[in-house]
């Protein structure tokens, strides 16, 4: 079995289609696991912090038809219980709306790290980071799509929240008082306008959500070669490319700029039609109001209470249309959702099947074997290989054949050969980073201080203090591996000579502690 190689290129072009939904829900599957969850505890509060909020709304957009009535019939003490009223509502509405914001802030956060650990707990899985890496590229900058793609991803859905849960219920309810004050003629009138802006909206956000896609692509490609050139500054130097990097670099900001240009220009009828709709909507509340007042439906009730009545009926009407354009003005950000889901789900459905897959190839290796587990071979056999044939995992053309061998403690082994020989696929094929094409390759002993180390050809530096670096990664997978106090550490630096190297003069013991900056790592290396 081999480890899968460039996956072929499918061609299909995101869009707000079944598989956006498909990637959709398996993403909300990860953010809301279960209904006890507390992601699911917040959004239901949510969910009640906002109907309180349109209710309150509701109280309070009746208060400007409240005063035409006082103010007309020059009622004093009703004009000033209605002003505290007011006063007192709006308080209230702007406590809830300030909660509502804080809650959605909270969802963001819990969203992000819930999403981010999924990805994590995949992505870190066996080496299926290294298969995503260097062995496929079907799959452009997983780091971006788990840092940034998720944070706008669970930034954007914050930010809907509320206004998608409170939807249904405030559409129902001033649907229903809509046609209490207008007849069937007013519902009828807004849902179609309605339908039409949804339609429109639909039409114009297809192009959008591809070109997303593309855009965030090529703002990956663009940070990876500075990320390029920050990792590989002293080779770059020593080549003195500065000039060549900075003409490639170019390159690549003007591809960027040259697809978000065409983003904007699709963008703009998007906005175009988005804005067409908002303004027209204040147009249409009045058409509809007219319509019964013009026919004589009101013509016995007095200029005061005409006034009142036309106040009240506007603001249900004007709600009920702002209900369905804060639905259709999310268009703009429902096509930043859907790219970023098709991102996020195309990533975590290569994630799934390369765990599956590299978990049925440790197990065909016996690398999932228990340590200590006994074998049919001698206890001092490390590896045995049988008949291994090895190729690259985009290449057909073999580069081992037949390779039988077996590998045992205390046992050196050199060898040697022409580059491009398969010295080092052969240690690959070893570490379990590559399958062989053909033949059988068994680990027989555990990795870690007691079995097997594999030493990269180029070094790897992580994040940490100089302890951290010196006892790297046995002491965080094995914390049995043995003691690793500074004393210890401190002799075997010097007798690698690399305490004068970094600390000429210095405190040795305090460096340990201390996080290495790059010339240190330079020193170092």
């Known amino acids: 079995m081999a480890v899968p190689g460039p996956a ?18 398996r993403i909300q599957k990860v953010l809301f696991p279960s209904w006890s969850s507390q992601n699911v505890l917040m959004f239901l509060t949510l969910l009640c912090v906002a109907l309180l909020e349109q209710l309150v709304i509701y109280q309070v957009g009746l208060i400007p038809s409240q005063y035409y009535g006082v103010l007309g019939n020059k009622d004093l003490d009703g004009f000033k219980a209605l002003t505290f009223l007011a006063v007192v509502l709006i308080v209230l509405n702007s406590t809830l709306k300030s909660f509502d914001q804080f809650i959605s802030s909270l969802l963001y956060v819990s969203w992000r790290k819930d999403l981010t650990e999924h990805l994590h707990r995949l992505y870190f899985r066996t080496r299926v980071y290294y298969t995503l890496n260097v062995l496929r590229d079907d799959i452009d900058n997983p780091d971006q799509r788990i840092s940034q793609d998720v944070e706008r991803l669970c930034r954007q859905l914050s930010s809907m929240a509320s206004k998608l849960i409170i939807s249904p219920f ?74 060549v990097e900075h003409m490639r670099t170019d390159r690549r900001l003007q591809r960027l700029l040259e697809t978000q240009r065409e983003l904007m220009s699709r963008e703009l009828w998007l906005y175009i039609g988005v804005n067409t709709f908002d303004y027209m909507g204040s147009i249409l509340s009045y058409i509809i109001i007219a319509i019964p007042i013009f026919s004589g439906v009101y013509g016995d009730l007095s200029p005061t209470e005409l006034s009142t009545l036309v106040s009240k009926n506007a603001f249900v009407c004007i709600y009920l249309i702002s209900c369905f354009t804060k639905l259709i003005d999310l268009s703009t950000t429902l096509s930043d959702v859907a790219g970023y889901t098709h991102r996020i789900g195309e990533l975590q459905e290569a994630l799934l099947d390369m765990s599956l897959t590299s978990q049925d190839f440790e197990s065909e290796r016996g690398l999932d074997r228990a340590p200590g587990c006994p074998t049919a071979e001698p206890v001092d056999t490390a590896f045995l290989l049988e008949r291994v044939c090895i190729s690259a995992p985009s290449s057909a053309k073999p580069l081992v054949k037949d390779l039988s061998l077996k590998i045992c403690e205390g046992q050196s082994l050199l060898i040697t050969g022409n580059t491009g020989t398969g010295k080092t696929s052969l240690l690959r094929v070893l570490g379990g980073l590559w399958a062989s094409s053909h033949g059988s390759v068994q680990m027989l002993t555990d990795f870690g201080p007691h079995g097997v180390l594999f030493l990269p050809q180029k070094p790897f530096f992580t994040d940490g203090t100089l302890r951290e ?49 790059p010339a240190a790592k330079v020193r170092s290396a």
């Not at 290129?9 to 829900?25: C, S």
Request: proline content about 6%.
């Open 8 to 25: 072929p290129k499918t061609g299909a072009r995101p869009k707000l289609d079944v598989q956006f939904l498909q990637r959709f829900l």
């Open 469 to 517: 670096q010196v006892i790297y990664p046995l002491k965080e997978i094995y914390p049995d591996s043995g003691s690793a106090d500074d004393e210890r550490i401190m002799r075997f630096l010097e007798l690698a000579g690399l305490v004068r190297c970094l600390v000429p003069g210095g405190d040795a013991k305090a460096l340990l502690c201390s996080t290495l900056l």
């Open 170 to 243: 405030t559409l129902i309810y001033y649907t229903l008082q809509c046609l209490q004050s207008t007849g069937w003629l007013g519902p009828v009138s807004i849902f179609g306008y309605f339908i039409l802006g949804t339609v429109v909206n639909k039409t114009l956000m297809g192009p959008i959500v591809a070109k997303l896609v593309q855009q965030e692509k090529l703002e990956g490609d663009f940070r990876f070669k500075h990320m390029q050139i920050r990792v590989n500054a002293e080779p770059a130097a020593f080549y003195r490319a500065g000039h």
